[in-house]
């Protein structure tokens, strides 16, 4: 599970015990984020590579990767790049890696006090969430991975067309909306884990005992 720009892995806390009943579930904090390292050098593609050094440091093969906002950008990368190891992909209001409107750029506002995140990330990751990779937009068709993409409706400050065509540029991307706004998981975890673990587990079928 992969967090949101500014977050850290107790973001999920309010869902990851539903979803572990049935999964063994990973939160890490991405670079520049809680207890990871801050080491000045930032970027969305340093952060797949994280991911992927994580995976292979705990021995993981193919895994389900859920990913909201940044994190969600995050976790198509990985799939885009590597999709032997994404079996099944969860996108939780995550936006069209497309460029924003840049008629009105505005300049993200450090908080006051101590910051549980690196400022330089903050800007680092913007920069390329305003004008994104054009590859990224392009290597969408690419992704293997069973793809669930969740919106959070008219009150989430992402652009739900951009979420609904995110799930139409991936092959069979499925949308359910929850219309709570951008953070579904907080506002709705009963709904969240609902529709993750419906996808997750469609098809399952555990092995039986020897």
Same mark, same amino acid.
């Given at each position: 599970?992969?967090?949101?720009?500014?977050?850290?892995?107790?973001? /999920?806390?309010?869902?990851?015990? *539903?979803?572990?009943?049935?999964?063994?579930?990973?939160?890490?904090?991405?670079?520049?984020?809680?207890?990871? %390292?801050?080491?000045?050098?930032?970027?969305?593609?340093?952060?797949? @590579?994280?991911?992927?050094?994580?995976?292979?440091?705990?021995?993981?093969?193919?895994? %389900?990767?859920?990913?909201?906002?940044?994190?969600?950008?995050? *976790?198509?990368?990985? @799939?885009? %790049?590597?999709?032997?190891?994404?079996?099944?992909?969860?996108?939780?209001?995550?936006?069209?890696?497309?460029?924003?409107?840049?008629?009105?750029?505005?300049?993200?506002?450090?908080?006051?006090?101590?910051?549980?995140?690196?400022?330089?990330?903050?800007?680092?990751?913007?920069?390329?969430?305003?004008?994104? %990779?054009?590859?990224?937009?392009?290597?969408?068709?690419?992704?293997?991975?069973?793809?669930?993409?969740? @919106?959070?409706?008219?009150?989430?400050?992402?652009?739900?067309?951009?979420?609904?065509?995110?799930?139409?540029?991936?092959?069979?991307?499925?949308?359910?909306?929850?219309?709570?706004?951008?953070?579904?998981?907080? *506002?709705?975890?009963?709904?969240?884990?609902? @529709?993750?673990? *419906?996808?997750? /587990?469609?098809?399952?079928?555990?092995?039986?005992?020897?």
């Amino acid at each position: 599970m992969l967090h949101a720009l500014g977050e850290d892995a107790t973001d /999920w806390e309010a869902v990851v015990p *539903a979803l572990a009943r049935r999964r063994r579930v990973y939160a890490p904090d991405l670079r520049g984020h809680g207890r990871s %390292d801050w080491p000045g050098d930032y970027s969305l593609e340093l952060m797949q @590579a994280d991911v992927l050094r994580f995976l292979d440091a705990l021995g993981l093969g193919s895994v %389900d990767l859920i990913g909201h906002s940044m994190g969600g950008i995050v *976790a198509y990368l990985l @799939a885009e %790049d590597h999709p032997q190891r994404v079996r099944r992909l969860v996108l939780e209001d995550v936006p069209i890696p497309r460029p924003r409107d840049q008629t009105t750029p505005t300049t993200p506002t450090k908080p006051d006090g101590v910051l549980a995140f690196d400022w330089e990330m903050v800007l680092a990751v913007r920069r390329q969430i305003d004008v994104p %990779d054009p590859r990224w937009l392009e290597r969408l068709s690419q992704i293997t991975a069973k793809t669930l993409v969740l @919106a959070g409706g008219p009150h989430s400050h992402v652009p739900q067309g951009g979420v609904a065509e995110l799930a139409r540029r991936i092959p069979g991307g499925q949308v359910v909306t929850i219309p709570v706004g951008h953070l579904i998981h907080h *506002a709705a975890p009963k709904a969240f884990t609902e @529709a993750v673990s *419906a996808f997750l /587990w469609e098809n399952f079928r555990p092995v039986p005992p020897p």
